[in-house]
């Protein structure tokens, strides 16, 4: 599946955003999504994931309670959306997709998008 993110850029500390991730199958249904985020010389860390029905969101403990994952099936998109952004969320954004649940590391989801700068300002 070819995934098309959007949605990042420049926002004060505190401020939200939101992220979106198109994906070009009609069968979008049939995958998991997440979303991952990548420093300069860091592996991408896992943000958080949905599962396909758009239940059981599951977070990394740096976010949660503030990032909320989402899904419309209908639109063949998954949102991220973030609040109370802080300095270090400054990353590039990246959502990914996987037919099941292997891990939360980088190499156990099989499509990627392009990625969106998030840049937070203190």
């Known amino acids: 599946v070819q995934l098309q993110a959007s949605g990042g850029g420049l926002v004060q500390a505190g401020g939200s955003l939101r992220l979106s991730c198109a994906a070009s199958?009609?069968?979008?249904?049939?995958?998991?999504m997440a979303w991952f985020r990548q420093t300069p010389g860091e592996e991408r860390e896992f943000v958080a994931r949905?599962?396909?029905?758009?239940?059981?969101?599951y977070y990394a403990d740096s976010v949660k309670g503030r990032f909320t994952i989402s899904r419309d099936n209908a639109k063949n998109t998954v949102y991220l959306q973030m609040n109370i952004l802080k300095p270090g969320d400054t990353a590039i954004y990246y959502c990914?997709?996987?037919?099941?649940?292997?891990?939360?590391?980088?190499?156990?989801?099989?499509?990627w998008g392009q990625g969106t700068l998030v840049t937070v300002s203190s």
């Open positions: 199958r009609h069968t979008f249904r049939n995958f998991l």
């Open positions: 990914a997709a996987a037919p099941y649940l292997k891990g939360l590391s980088e190499y156990d989801w099989d499509d």
């Open positions: 949905i599962y396909w029905s758009g239940g059981s969101p």
